[in-house]
Every structure is written in structure tokens, then in C-alpha cells.
């Protein structure tokens, strides 16, 4: 059988319908759509054994491929999220021991500017206490240095009133009697 001739033979059966179909204008001619939906229905057989398993494949793991790039997606804003998570609470852990560490470097400086100004006020204590002493010392001194003084004094004006001389060791002796005695019983 002639392949051509069959293929001839529907066609000329197409082409004596669509002359007797010409005269009446736009018309559908079923037996073309036939014969195109059975070509179509052909093609697609032919199609799906010779390519219908590797398409499907093919197909298949792109559809993993998808599925498996969603998943990790997934997982890295899974894994995103909790690193930020992570950074947040390490931010909010590093705020809190700054806050401590502040807090306990304020406190040990005033620790440290009341323990400085109490060792001043200590220190100038000791020093008005010394100064202090120092100056009753001075003054002791002064009056000692007055009295023998004025001991010398009132000798040179009491030999002079006498007339005689005095020796040294008289003077001495006077001088020391003068001293020695009370302050109210010099002036009585």
C-alpha cells in the first residue's frame, strides 16, 4: 500500500468536500477537525513514549530541585531569624555588663573620693593639731624667753637701785627664784 495514496486519498475526499462547501461561504468542515485532532492525538502518543519519561524525570527533579531550594530558603531565615536572635541577646548581655561595669566604676571612684577626702581631712587634723602645738610650744618658749627677760631686766634695775653689783651666780640664783615662782606671786 502506498502511503502517499493513502494519505492522497482523504485529502482528495477533503478537497471534493470543500468544492461542494465554496459556494456557501465560511462553513466548518468537520472532517478537517477530525483529521487534525487525530494528527494532534498521534503526534502526542508519539511525543510522550519517545520523550514522556525523560521529560517526566527531567520535570521531577526540577520539581526537587524547587522543593529542596524552598526547604533551605526555609531553614536559612530560620537560621537568619535566630541568629538575630542571638546577636540581640549578646547586645542586650553586653548592654547589661557595660550598665554593671559603670555602675561598679562610679562606685569604687566614690569609694575612692571619700576615702581621699577623709585621708584629708585626716591629714589636715594632724596637721591643725601639729600647728596647733607647734604654736603652744613657740609661745611657751616666748615666755620663758620673756620672763628671763624681764628677770634680767628688773635685776639690772634692782642693781642699779641698790648700787652694788651682783655676781653671776647671784644673778643665776635670783633669776631662778624669779622663775620658779607662781605667776599671781611675781606681781603681789
Request: hydrophobic fraction near 45%; charged fraction near 30%.
Amino acid at each position: 500500500m502506498d502511503l502517499f495514496a493513502f494519505v492522497g486519498s482523504p485529502a482528495q475526499v477533503g478537497a471534493v468536500l470543500a468544492a461542494e462547501t465554496e459556494g456557501g461561504g465560511l462553513a466548518i468542515n468537520f472532517f478537517w477537525i477530525i483529521v487534525a485532532s487525530l494528527n494532534f492525538l498521534v503526534f502526542a502518543t508519539v511525543l510522550y513514549f519517545a520523550f514522556g519519561k525523560s521529560v517526566s524525570r527531567m520535570l521531577a527533579d526540577r520539581r526537587a530541585r524547587i522543593e529542596q531550594g524552598l526547604r533551605d530558603a526555609e531553614q536559612a531565615r530560620h537560621d537568619r531569624d535566630s541568629a538575630e536572635q542571638e546577636r540581640l541577646a549578646a547586645l542586650t548581655e553586653a548592654r547589661r555588663e557595660s550598665n554593671e561595669i559603670l555602675a561598679r566604676s562610679q562606685k569604687v571612684a566614690q569609694e575612692t573620693r571619700d576615702a581621699d577626702i577623709a585621708a584629708t581631712r585626716q591629714e589636715l587634723e594632724r596637721m591643725r593639731t601639729r600647728a596647733t602645738a607647734e604654736i603652744e610650744a613657740e609661745k611657751q618658749r616666748a615666755l620663758v624667753d620673756l620672763r628671763a627677760e624681764v628677770a634680767e631686766l628688773a635685776l639690772a634695775a634692782a642693781s642699779k637701785v641698790v648700787g652694788e653689783s651682783m655676781t653671776d651666780a647671784r644673778q643665776r640664783r635670783l633669776v631662778e627664784e624669779f622663775l620658779a615662782e607662781p605667776a599671781g606671786d611675781a606681781r603681789n
